[in-house]
Antibody, heavy 120, light 107 residues
Framework: EVQLVESGGGLVQPGGSLRLSCAAS????????MDWVRQAPGMGLEWVGR??????????EYAASVKGRFTISRDGSKNLLYLQMNSLKTEDTAVYYC???????????WGQGTMVTVSS | DIQMTQSPSSLSASVGDRVTITCRAS??????LGWYQQKPGRAPKRLVY???SLQSGVPSRFSGSGSGTEFTLTISSLQPEDFATYYC?????????FGGGTKVEIK
């Protein structure tokens, strides 16, 4: 069974940093692209970014709203996905989900999400 | 960026009704579209991928259709557990973009 479990959310001041983790199990983590998606309170879904697999050099893509501030990385030896968030803004307040990507069909599995609140 | 315009933004329907939700892409996306269902406080769940392929385990009352710029999600006979918010997602090109969502409420 595919399992994705996010952690690391919390309250942070504007301008601060936070690192989210996503523990993956039940599938060959290293083979899959992985994405982050977020949802601000009461709002819709927003794609944050992607990290490809080893065969594709772990290359990344980002939404314009986070590019230059957020960095996605992964540790294949630990089956962990990360989202490093720097220079946080109040508009980054959201539940952050990690998702597994299936080639040609986007996300088929989601974690339960972790809440990030950016506030002074 | 590809804009996904989803309609309606909300609807009221009764159990047993046929419900149709539409997504329009600002440019052609072939069939690179998925539909997701989200209930309050829960992560989204995929219903359909590749515009018309039903996710394993999803009831057959759900169906997707379309290609290019016009897509629909149909629920043939609405059940109590179907009251939720539905989102389309295009994955044809970066950045991936979602529709604004359709909240399906009980009439």
């Amino acid at each position: 069974e595919v399992q994705l479990v996010e952690s690391g959310g919390g309250l942070v001041q504007p301008g601060g940093s936070l690192r989210l983790s996503c523990a993956a199990s039940g599938f060959p983590f290293s083979d899959h692209y992985m994405d982050w998606v977020r949802q601000a309170p009461g709002m819709g879904l927003e794609w944050v970014g992607r990290i490809r697999n080893k065969d594709n050099s772990y290359s990344t893509e980002y939404a314009a709203s986070v590019k230059g501030r957020f960095t996605i990385s992964r540790d294949g030896s630990k089956n962990l996905l990360y989202l490093q968030m720097n220079s946080l803004k109040t508009e980054d307040t959201a539940v952050y989900y990690c998702t597994r990507v299936i080639p040609g069909s986007a996300f088929d599995s989601w974690g339960q999400g972790t809440m990030v609140t950016v506030s002074s | 960026d590809i804009q996904m315009t989803q309609s309606p933004s909300s609807l009221s329907a009764s159990v047993g009704d046929r419900v149709t939700i539409t997504c329009r892409a600002s440019q052609g996306i072939r069939n690179d579209l998925g539909w997701y269902q989200q209930k309050p406080g829960r992560a989204p769940k995929r219903l359909v991928y590749a515009a018309s392929s039903l996710q394993s385990g999803v009831p057959s009352r759900f169906s997707g259709s379309g290609s290019g710029t016009e897509f629909t999600l149909t629920i043939s006979s609405l059940q109590p557990e179907d009251f939720a918010t539905y989102y389309c997602l295009q994955y044809n090109s970066y950045p991936l973009t979602f529709g604004g969502g359709t909240k399906v409420e009980i009439k």
